[in-house]
């Protein structure tokens, strides 16, 4: 079955500190996993998208890995901001007709001044 | 550009009742996808839509219809609402479905609809 899962699925880290947010996959077959920042009450934001060729991926403080030979990704987030309070979600797509996505649950980040 | 816009934010519904969810894209895009989310859970893809007059379904698609009959709007009819129907719906648009290799292009997403069916 192909499922997504995060962890933690919570978090709270002071302003300033840095944080890896994990995420674990068994979609087959596998295209790209994407990270999307989810404000409370808003839709998701993409941050990154990664293919199975791309290791490393960089937006300003969020920095994505993806390993797929284990199928797990990290999102590290550097020097964090108040603004970083969200839920960040690790999302697969299967590469089906139709854009077939397999969100995870997401982690829901509180950062405190 | 507006981006994805979604009509209404919030609404209430009595069981039995009947209201669509308006979505509105002003990218031009191809695909369009509604998604619901409920508390704790992922995204599950409720229907989506590769173009105009073709729309095909998704993972949770029992309790509703859809419709294309442009390139920007997709709307989402749900027909006789249920309490399991409550939840936030999200909209969603890309210029083509990520696939394999270079050609993954992302979703936007609109803002959602927050629906209470009591």
């Known amino acids: 079955k192909n499922q997504v899962e995060q962890s933690p699925q919570s978090l709270i880290i002071l302003e300033g500190k840095n944080c890896t947010l994990q995420c674990n996959y068994t979609v087959s077959p596998f295209s790209n996993l994407r990270w999307y920042k989810q404000d409370t009450g808003r839709g998701p934001v993409s941050l990154t998208i990664m293919t199975f060729s791309e290791n490393t991926k960089s937006n300003g403080r969020y920095t994505a890995t993806l390993d797929a030979d284990t199928k797990q990704s990290s999102l590290h987030i550097t020097a964090s901001q108040l603004s970083d309070s969200a839920s960040y979600i690790c999302v697969v797509s299967s590469g089906a007709l139709g854009g077939n996505l397999i969100f995870g649950k997401g982690t829901k980040l509180s950062v405190k001044p | 550009n507006a981006g994805v816009t979604q009509t209404p934010k919030f609404r209430i519904l009595k069981i039995g009742q009947s209201m669509t969810l308006q979505c509105t894209q002003d990218m031009n895009h191809n695909y369009m996808y509604w998604y619901r989310q409920d508390p704790g859970m992922g995204l599950k893809l409720i229907y989506y839509s590769v173009g105009a007059g073709i729309t095909d379904k998704g993972e949770v698609p029992n309790g509703y219809n859809v419709s294309r009959s442009t390139t920007e709007d997709f709307p989402l009819r749900l027909e006789l609402a249920a309490p399991s129907q409550t939840s936030v719906y999200f909209c969603?648009?890309?210029?083509?479905?990520?696939?394999?290799?270079?050609?993954?292009?992302?979703?936007?997403f609109g803002p959602g609809t927050r629906l209470t069916v009591t």
């Open positions: 969603a648009s890309s210029s083509l479905a990520g696939t394999s290799g270079k050609g993954a292009y992302e979703q936007y």
